[in-house]
């Protein structure tokens, strides 16, 4: 029987390597890698190629989401889900935008998350159905919102996040706003969520797409 490789990525080592171990159980799957983070988790993925990548979405220095980014933008055909503690994750919308297939929690029963797993190794999407519910009626609602609405969520941002969403707008990472900006990278990692929380965006480019769309002006 052929096995589907599993690249894990958490920064909690007793938490992954007890996912590790009841995975490599199975017959027709095995963690071929592990990592702490969102960067290392890059790096093997490179590497690796493999059939799943589940990532936490908190983790240090990268975090699950940019990672989710970086990954799908050089290798397009990646599948990615997400760990998560909560299902209420402000990140979820965020999260599916750039591209992962959907959410696992960890308060799953190990029944419960091999069978996500292989859904997920089939290419089809897993979300607990609170989640989906969630996701559902934001789409619906972000599809009927009038403009005028969106305008006051844009102008409800402080300065430093008005900073912040025009750097975004032309392009830049979290990495070189924090350079500009003298900031570090957790924070500005901390406003860019505010940013996307407030304005209801999911993504990035969403976010700088709906300030221009309703005519406002950033910092500069």
Request: hydrophobic share 45%.
């Amino acid at each position: 029987m052929t096995q589907a490789r599993i690249l894990l990525a958490d920064d909690h080592d007793l938490f992954r390597e007890g996912l590790a171990g009841l995975i490599n159980a199975q017959p027709d799957l095995e963690v071929v890698g592990q990592a702490g983070d969102g960067l290392e988790a890059l790096t093997l993925v490179r590497d690796l190629k493999p059939d799943l990548i589940v990532l936490d979405i908190n983790m240090p220095i990268c975090d699950g989401l940019e990672a989710t980014r970086l990954i799908r933008s050089e290798w397009a055909a990646a599948r990615i889900v997400m760990l998560t503690v909560h299902d209420e994750d402000e990140n979820l919308f965020s999260a599916i935008a750039a591209g992962a297939q959907g959410y696992l929690l960890k308060s799953l029963s190990a029944q419960d998350f091999l069978q996500s797993v292989r859904t997920a190794l089939k290419g089809e999407a897993v979300l607990p159905p609170k989640l989906a519910t969630h996701l559902l009626s934001e789409f619906a609602r972000l599809a009927g919102r009038p403009d005028q609405a969106a305008t006051g969520e844009v102008t409800s941002l402080t300065l430093r996040e008005q900073e912040v969403l025009d750097l975004i707008a032309t392009g830049e990472t979290d990495k070189e706003i924090a350079e500009r900006l003298s900031l570090s990278l957790h924070t500005v990692k901390s406003h860019v969520r505010s940013i996307l929380s407030k304005t209801h965006a999911m993504n990035r480019r969403q976010a700088a797409s709906l300030a221009a769309r309703t005519g406002f002006k950033t910092v500069g």
